[in-house]
Antibody
Framework: EVQLVESGGGLIQPGGSLRLSCAAS????????MSWVRQAPGKGLEWVSV???????YYADSVKGRFTISRDDSKNTLYLQMNTLRAEDTATYYC???????????????WGQGILVTVSS | DIQMTQSPPSLSASVGDRVTITCRAS??????LNWYQQKPGKAPTVLIY???TLQSGVPSRFSGTGSGTDFTLTISNLQPEDFATYYC??????????FGQGTKLEIK
């Protein structure tokens, strides 16, 4: 059974850093493309970042230069290192597996339960 | 950047009704459009991918149509468990994925 479990969230002051983890089971993170998606309280979904099988990484403009996505294949775990956090980064963060059905066809077929990050003084 | 515009933002309907939610892309995205359902406090789940392919396990009362810039999600014979928020998401600009603003479907 495929499962994704996030951890590492919490309350952090503006300017601080936090690392989120997403432990996967039922499949190999290294053989898949993996994304982070966030949702501010009461708001919609925002794609944050993706890591490809070959290790290539991409980011939303809103987090570029501040967030880093990575993975540990030995632990089958995805990470999101978040630096220089701002109040507007407050959100529930989800990790998700990318499913490819063709060159332009990507959906997110498995999601974690989400972890709340609150940036506030 | 590709923008996704969903309408309506909210919708009231009754059990047994048929409802349609639309999603418009700011440019041609062929059929690279997905639909998700999200219930309060839960992660989204994919309903429809590639505009019209029903995800395994999703009831057949859900259907998706469209290509290019205009897409629709139709739910026939609404059931109590269908009251949720629905999001469209484009993947034409992969690796960047863009979601619509969401449509909250409420019980009338």
């Amino acid at each position: 059974e495929v499962q994704l479990v996030e951890s590492g969230g919490g309350l952090i002051q503006p300017g601080g850093s936090l690392r989120l983890s997403c432990a996967a089971s039922g499949f190999f993170v290294s053989r898949n493309y993996m994304s982070w998606v966030r949702q501010a309280p009461g708001k919609g979904l925002e794609w944050v970042s993706v890591i490809y099988r070959d290790g290539s990484t991409y980011y939303a403009d809103s987090v570029k230069g501040r967030f880093t996505i990575s993975r540990d294949d030995s632990k089958n775990t995805l990470y999101l290192q978040m630096n220089t956090l701002r109040a507007e980064d407050t959100a529930t963060y989800y990790c998700a597996r990318n499913r490819y059905s063709g060159s332009y066809y990507v959906d997110l077929d498995y999601w974690g339960q989400g972890i709340l990050v609150t940036v506030s003084s | 950047d590709i923008q996704m515009t969903q309408s309506p933002p909210s919708l009231s309907a009754s059990v047994g009704d048929r409802v349609t939610i639309t999603c418009r892309a700011s440019q041609n995205i062929i059929s690279s459009l997905n639909w998700y359902q999200q219930k309060p406090g839960k992660a989204p789940t994919v309903l429809i991918y590639a505009a019209s392919t029903l995800q395994s396990g999703v009831p057949s009362r859900f259907s998706g149509t469209g290509s290019g810039t205009d897409f629709t999600l139709t739910i026939s014979n609404l059931q109590p468990e269908d009251f949720a928020t629905y999001y469209c998401q484009q993947s034409y600009s992969t690796p960047v994925l863009t979601f619509g603003q969401g449509t909250k479907l409420e019980i009338k």
